[in-house]
């Protein structure tokens, strides 16, 4: 495990992906160079507290990392990503957390809901990257299709990597939607564990992250498949 360390870094890039949502990159002064592992965080200071963030940014970026965070909680977090701007200074420690890859080669199934898609960004550019060749699927849900982002990033790595599947759920969708409808757990099970299709559960590995409902939602059905925790990996982000 890489040992903490604190970070002196400037905001580099602001942009903001939904009406909530926003991605910053930190270039980083001192140190310039940190290594970390796909699906960590790092321990920001804003202010009165630190506050986690997951790092959605590649390893491989060595002299920059980024962050996606909603700010709906509208709490100290929500107000000091808001008020960043490009050049102020940033202060973090870094890499915090256990929730990585595993040395597994299974193919690997990512379920998002929200920003909990921020570390499966990070794991799923870094298996890309690294020529992973068995099958990747990410579900990744939200309630409207006001609230979706990086939905042209994914279709692009679908587009350039055949074994990257993408797949956007709406639990309350306008009739117009032409994506997936529903929980996206549910989706998910539908799509490749249904008696049509020839998925076997116990050939994937998981990792879910976003809200504690979806979690337990989906680390209960595959329990019921008979998943073994081992092969269920899980962050919670938020409770609904």
């Given at each position: 495990m890489i040992r903490p360390q604190k970070f002196q870094a400037v905001v580099e890039n602001k942009q903001q992906l939904n009406d909530?949502?926003?991605?910053?990159?930190?270039?980083?002064?001192?140190?310039?160079?940190?290594?970390?592992?796909?699906?960590?965080?790092?321990?920001?200071?804003?202010?009165?507290?630190?506050?986690?963030?997951?790092?959605?940014?590649?390893p491989s970026e060595k002299s920059k990392v980024s962050i996606c965070v909603d700010t709906t909680p509208q709490g100290p977090g929500s107000k000091w990503i808001i008020e960043r701007k490009i050049g102020d200074n940033v202060e973090f420690i870094a890499?915090?957390?256990?929730?990585?890859?595993?040395?597994?080669?299974?193919?690997?199934?990512f379920l998002a809901t929200g920003s909990g898609v921020?570390?499966?960004?990070?794991?799923?550019?870094?298996?890309?990257?690294?020529k992973f060749a068995k099958d990747i699927f990410l579900y990744f849900g939200e309630r409207y299709e006001s609230?979706?982002?990086?939905?042209?990033?994914?279709?692009?790595?679908?587009?350039?990597?055949?074994?990257?599947?993408?797949?956007?759920v709406l639990s309350k969708p306008q009739e117009s939607w032409q994506g997936g409808r529903g929980y996206v757990q549910e989706v998910m099970d539908k799509d490749l564990f249904s008696p049509d299709n020839f998925h076997n559960p116990l050939e994937?590995?998981?990792?879910?992250c976003?809200?504690?409902?979806?979690?337990?939602?989906?680390?209960?059905?595959?329990?019921?498949?008979?998943?073994?925790?081992?092969d269920i990996h899980s962050e919670k982000f938020y409770d609904v």
């Open positions: 909530k949502v926003f991605n910053l990159t930190f270039l980083l002064k001192n140190p310039d160079q940190i290594t970390f592992s796909a699906g960590q965080r790092g321990l920001f200071n804003i202010g009165p507290k630190f506050n986690n963030y997951s790092l959605c940014s590649l890499p915090i957390g256990n929730f990585m890859l595993s040395a597994s080669d299974k193919p690997k199934i921020s570390p499966l960004h990070s794991m799923i550019g870094h298996l890309l990257e690294n609230d979706t982002f990086w939905m042209q990033e994914f279709i692009n790595l679908q587009a350039s990597n055949n074994n990257f599947h993408y797949k956007i994937f590995e998981y990792y879910i976003g809200n504690g409902r979806m979690i337990a939602s989906s680390t209960q059905l595959l329990f019921n498949s008979g998943v073994q925790q081992s």
